[in-house]
């Protein structure tokens, strides 16, 4: 059974940075792609970034680009991302998801 557990979240201040990890159970880790999504209040879930199975392969959004860092280390089953230079828009909660599984998500708040 996959479980994935998201942790990070917070209070920060713009500007401000913050790193979300995503812990995976299963076997399907290390074969899966890994993604990051968000949810502001108000507004649907939005994709934020993915990074392939061996992590050789990175996208963002453009909303986030030059801003997040996504990373994993395949033996921790743990996929990161690293959050700089946070904007108040920023603020949702955000989520990891691996193939059709989704974590409950971590709240981020960006306040001006």
């Known amino acids: 059974q996959v479980q994935l557990v998201e942790s990070g979240g917070g209070l920060v201040q713009a500007g401000e940075s913050l790193r979300l990890s995503c812990a995976a159970s299963?076997?399907?880790?290390?074969?899966?792609?890994m993604g990051w999504f968000r949810r502001s209040p108000g507004k649907q879930r939005e994709w934020v970034a993915t990074?392939?199975?061996?992590?050789?392969?990175?996208n963002y959004a453009d909303s986030v680009k030059g801003r997040f860092t996504i990373s994993r280390d395949n033996a921790k089953n743990t996929v990161t991302l690293q959050m700089n230079s946070l904007k108040p828009e920023d603020t949702a909660v955000y989520y990891c998801?691996?193939?059709?599984?989704w974590g409950q998500g971590t709240q981020v708040t960006v306040s001006s």
């Open positions: 998801s691996m193939r059709s599984f």
């Open positions: 299963g076997s399907l880790f290390s074969i899966s792609t």
């Open positions: 990074i392939s199975s061996d992590g050789r392969v990175t």
